[in-house]
């Protein structure tokens, strides 16, 4: 017996012999936050249907919590709590009444519902919109009153589809903080393709495209990618470029904007003290030399748009 909360095995989903997803193995542990990224059409939305007993595997399993999708979908169902992207809200009712009808469908039992509704609102901050309607709600409440039916039944696994999507800047922030909070006490897939939220969000990151996984990593190894493996460098005085690439531990160095010099750093290299060193020698006249950050959507961009990106996947 392991200690994850969900296990994909291997899954693979074939629409008329097309595979939508294609292979897709990982495990995700307790307080771990995965953030679920990739392109429009990569088979976000089929993973996560999948994972949530909404859609059969053409081949592969889920476990969540150990217990088999497909054999006991009812057990396994009982751990996850979901989010769909068009959120499944009755307008109609108030916060307390939607609440209750959630936990009643999650099979809260019955002497607890009350409880259970009092503690999804206060984790999500709605304690003082419980007699207010739903659609009298702004988007940012109307998204906590989701993540609330998400959660009423404490589940083990809480999956959010694109959960900041169409709020505004401080709505997106405490809902990012609510993410992070659940995230303590439950394993939480995002899927999303806003980039810095995986960043500000969760700790484990996944990349799909075109069905594939192509990346499946620790936040900072996506991080330590980001940064590069280059140096953005000025001088007073320009060098050759041909001086420049002679220094011990530079791959190459072409010229870059703003009159600068872009370095490329040799695998495992680390010739930041031989630059300052020839720059002092030559009077080159150096004023700058920092880290050239790629982009996150370069970083993306590279994963799974280049030959061979299959080939990263961990
Ligand atoms: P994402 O959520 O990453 O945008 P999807 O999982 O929705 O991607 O879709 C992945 C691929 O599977 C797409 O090419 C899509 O057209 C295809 N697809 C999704 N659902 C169906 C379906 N019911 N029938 C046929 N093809 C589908």
């Keep these: 017996m392991n200690n994850f909360t969900v296990e994909a095995i291997e899954l693979t989903r ?15 542990a307790k307080g771990q936050v995965l953030g679920f990224l990739g392109p429009n ?4 939305s089929t993973t996560m249907k999948m994972l949530t007993g909404n859609l059969a595997p053409s081949l592969g399993s889920v476990k969540i919590c150990g217990i088999d999708m497909m054999e006991d979908p009812k057990e396994a169902k009982k751990l996850i709590g979901y989010l769909p992207e068009m959120r499944p809200l009755y307008k109609e009712f108030t916060v307390d009444e939607y609440l209750t009808v959630a936990a009643r469908l999650h099979n809260v039992d019955r002497k607890q519902i009350k409880k259970a509704v009092e503690i999804a609102k206060e984790r999500c901050g709605l304690g003082h919109m419980s007699k207010r309607l739903i659609e009298n709600l702004s988007n940012g409440y109307q998204q906590r009153v989701g993540i609330a039916q998400a959660i009423i039944h404490n589940p083990m696994v809480v999956i959010l589809d694109e959960p900041t999507v169409g709020l505004d800047p401080v709505q997106i922030r405490d809902i990012r903080a609510l993410i992070k909070e659940i995230g303590q006490e439950h394993s939480v897939i995002v899927s999303t393709h806003i980039l810095p939220e995986v960043e500000m969000v969760c700790d484990h990151v996944q990349i799909i495209d075109q069905g594939k996984l192509v990346f499946n990593g620790d936040i900072d190894v996506l991080k330590r990618q980001r940064m590069g493996n280059k140096l953005l460098v000025g001088f007073n005085k320009m060098p050759e470029l041909a001086d420049v690439a002679k220094i011990k531990g530079v791959a190459d160095v072409e010229l870059a904007e703003n009159n600068m010099m872009r370095i490329r750093i040799a695998e495992g290299a680390e010739p930041h003290e031989a630059i300052v060193k020839a720059a002092v020698k030559n009077g080159w006249g150096l004023y700058q030399i920092a880290p050239d950050q790629t982009s996150l959507e370069d970083v993306f ?6 030959d061979g990106a299959q080939e990263k996947a961990a």
């Design 14 to 28: 074939l629409y008329g012999g097309r595979a939508a997803v294609s292979d897709v193995s990982f495990n995700l």
């Design 301 to 306: 961009i590279q994963l799974t748009y280049q």
């Design 41 to 44: 059409g990569a088979g976000k």
